[in-house]
């Protein structure tokens, strides 16, 4: 069984930086997409990055040039590194994982940012 868990949020200043951490157990995952979503109140959940096999990233255009994604295969662990944070970057960010054609989300953190 797939299992997805992020760890990392917290409450940071505007300008401030956070790492986020993804964890998924249940097989291996190095040649498969990870990666995150965040969901801000009233609003949906949107896409803001994703690694797959070979290191390939993408990343939403808001949040280019602060935030890097990263994964540690040998862990089965994502990471996302946020710098230059925006109070707009307030949301619960979950961790999602394709694998074999389905999408596997963890419970999500939450990120705050604000003075």
């Known amino acids: 069984q797939v299992q997805v868990a992020e760890s990392g949020g917290g409450l940071v200043q505007p300008g401030g930086s956070l790492r986020l951490s993804c964890a998924a157990s249940?097989?291996?995952?190095?040649?498969?997409?990870m990666g995150w979503y965040r969901q801000a109140p009233g609003k949906q959940r949107e896409f803001v990055a994703r690694?797959?096999?070979?290191?390939?990233?993408n990343y939403a255009d808001s949040v280019k040039g602060r935030f890097t994604i990263s994964r540690d295969n040998a862990k089965n662990t994502v990471y996302l590194q946020m710098n230059s944070l925006k109070p707009e970057d307030t949301a619960v960010y979950y961790c999602?994982?394709?694998?074999?054609?389905?999408?596997?989300w963890g419970q999500g953190t939450q990120v705050t940012v604000s003075s």
């Open positions: 690694i797959v096999s070979g290191d390939s990233t």
């Open positions: 249940g097989s291996t995952f190095s040649g498969y997409a």
């Open positions: 999602n994982v394709r694998f074999l054609g389905n999408n596997y």
